[in-house]
């Protein structure tokens, strides 16, 4: 069994900041990809921000150079750092992560169960 933990959505106002973090625990081999997702109500679930193995990183538009995103092997946890938050931010925001149970097993695709960002004055 493989899990993903959010923790660190809440209530924010404009201009504020909030910080994501998701840790992934259970029967893990390696972790690739790492990301978060959001859905506003009405709306499609749309990538946020990812980051490989390596480090490498990919942001939507509209949050680049708001919003950052980190994570460490060593713990296998991913971060969004999320500063200068709009209304238009306000969503459950989701971690997702491409793992490998073990050397007999494929990369599959897991989420967590979703942290509510609200931003609103």
């Known amino acids: 069994q493989v899990q993903l933990v959010e923790s660190g959505g809440g209530l924010v106002q404009p201009g504020g900041s909030l910080r994501l973090s998701c840790i992934a625990s259970g029967s893990i081999f390696s972790i690739n990809d790492m990301g978060w997702y959001r859905q506003a109500p009405g709306k499609q679930r749309e990538l946020v921000a990812s980051?490989?193995?390596?480090?490498?990183?990919n942001y939507a538009d509209s949050v680049k150079g708001r919003f950052t995103i980190s994570r460490s092997n060593a713990n296998n946890t991913v971060y969004l750092q999320m500063n200068s938050l709009k209304p238009e931010d306000t969503a459950v925001y989701f971690c997702?992560?491409?793992?490998?149970?073990?050397?007999?097993?494929?990369?599959?695709?897991?989420w967590g169960q979703g942290t509510q960002v609200t931003v609103s004055s």
């Open positions: 997702n992560a491409l793992i490998r149970r073990g050397f007999r097993y494929g990369v599959e695709r897991y």
């Open positions: 980051i490989s193995s390596g480090g490498s990183t």
